[in-house]
């Protein structure tokens, strides 16, 4: 029987596919399904509720897709709200924020008696008066551990007063992230919009040269560098006003942007507009060794030459993999095999270069942002915290921390670079 959850961060309604873990796809929040925050569909209240959901996955696709004067009308004529508040929070959907649902109401078949109301309230004061000893037990703990550390810090100071100063200057040393899978050997960037700055780059690209290309997820700004990390130029998109949902660059250097309603050609060096296409929903783009381009559109996927020239569409392929969600992040293999991630993260599906269904299996992210094959079919998938390792039989290898990970993809030398916001990092990965 279908259920439905309320979302406790930004209190958006969820369908319930039957998993003990559901993700929030409006705030990307965790939540454990149990029997006190889901409601089957005799619970009172659920026709309106399922009805709200849909309201807000349309408003969310609507947004996404750049329609935002529509996302707007179906916000407002929702929640019954003002222009100013309804444009405020489609705006925040486009640009991947978290929007607080609290008028969406919820009513619990279960009715709770005065009774149990008393005895919990009771329960409260007694624990509240237990709870008011601990602020006072820990300042006393902190006065004799603060007293204790500035003794011997003045004692160390006394000793250092009486060595005779040495004119030889202090040594800065650098340190990176390492480990035995991977170490950190270029990091570069930073907040701002002047030339190698970014504010939110969420997308990142590499030709054939080494020569590094990322964009802010707004604004249309695309910054070029070389394999060091030294800035070269900058040059904007057609379409300026358009968020950035998926950028690539093949080995000659062609950048692949997919807008709202359209998946563009520039050439890397100038930004020149070589060739375009209409496009709905792409979601993500690849490009093989080859040069063909490969889009991701939630459910389908679509294959273009160099030029956009359409070659291939494999359609349901979501029905293909039996999964239940869409597909969102794609990569490809030396090979031409198709390696695609659900929203969720849930499920990698492996394609032939024919659309057939190779394999799948699960992981552990919950909010992938991007997917990245290296030389030796690993499978690399980045979160926003996160970066996971897999091979390519679905077994788990490593994983590590990479803060603020948004876009990954690999060099010809097999390092792993990173659109970590505001910067551009790259890894050595033990081969």
């Not at 078949?109 to 007694?126: D, F, H, R, Y």
């Not at 990091?187 to 969420?202: C, K, L, S, V």
């Not at 291939?312 to 095999?337: C, H, Q």
């Not at 270069?353 to 992938?368: E, Q, S, V, W, Y």
Request: hydrophobic residues 40%.
């Amino acid at each position: 029987m279908l259920k439905v959850i309320k979302c406790p961060s930004c209190a958006a309604p969820l369908e319930c596919d039957g998993d003990a873990f559901e993700t929030c796809e409006f705030c990307g929040s965790k939540i454990a399904v149990t029997p006190d925050n889901s409601f089957s569909q005799n619970s009172v209240g659920f026709d309106g509720l399922l009805q709200n959901a849909y309201k807000l996955k349309e408003i969310l696709n609507l947004a996404r897709s750049g329609n935002k004067i529509e996302a707007i009308k179906v916000y407002r004529e929702t929640f019954q709200c003002s222009l100013a508040e309804a444009k405020n929070a489609v705006e925040r959907l486009e640009q991947g924020q978290s929007v607080s649902f609290q008028n969406v109401q919820f009513k619990s078949a279960n009715v709770v008696s005065p009774e149990i109301t008393k005895t919990a309230l009771k329960a409260v004061g007694i624990f509240t008066g237990s709870m008011l000893l601990i602020p006072i037990i820990i300042v006393i703990f902190v006065f004799v551990l603060v007293g204790g550390i500035l003794w011997s810090v003045f004692a160390k100071m006394d000793s250092a007063f009486k060595v005779k100063p040495s004119n030889t200057p202090a040594k800065v040393v650098e340190t990176t992230k390492s480990s035995s899978f991977f170490r950190e050997v270029l990091r570069f960037g930073g907040e701002g919009i002047g030339a190698g700055n970014f504010q939110d780059n969420r997308v990142i690209g590499i030709d054939g040269e080494g020569k590094i290309y990322s964009a802010d997820y707004s604004g249309g700004r695309v910054q070029v560098f070389d394999k060091d990390g030294k800035f070269l130029t900058q040059w904007f998109l057609e379409k300026r006003d358009r968020s950035i949902y998926a950028l690539t660059v093949s080995r000659k250097g062609t950048v692949y942007v997919a807008q709202s309603g359209e998946t563009v050609a520039y050439d890397g060096a100038n930004g020149k507009v070589l060739n375009k296409i209409n496009t709905d929903f792409v979601t993500d783009l690849t490009v093989t060794l080859d040069g063909k381009v490969i889009a991701v559109d939630r459910t389908s996927f679509s294959v273009f030459d160099e030029n956009l020239k359409n070659i291939a569409t494999f359609k349901d392929i979501t029905k293909t993999a039996g999964v239940t969600t869409n597909f969102y992040y794609l990569t490809v293999n030396g090979l031409g095999e198709i390696y695609t991630i659900t929203r969720d993260g849930k499920d990698i599906c492996k394609f032939s270069t024919d659309g057939k269904l190779i394999d799948r299996f699960k992981t552990k992210a919950t909010t992938p942002t991007d997917i990245a094959v290296d030389s030796k079919g690993r499978i690399f998938i980045s979160e926003a915290s996160k970066i996971w390792v897999y091979q390519s039989d679905g077994n788990l290898l490593n994983s590590f921390d990479a803060t603020q990970t948004f876009a990954i993809t690999f060099n010809d030398h097999g390092e792993l670079i990173t659109a970590s916001r505001p910067f551009i990092v790259k890894y050595a990965v033990n081969q």
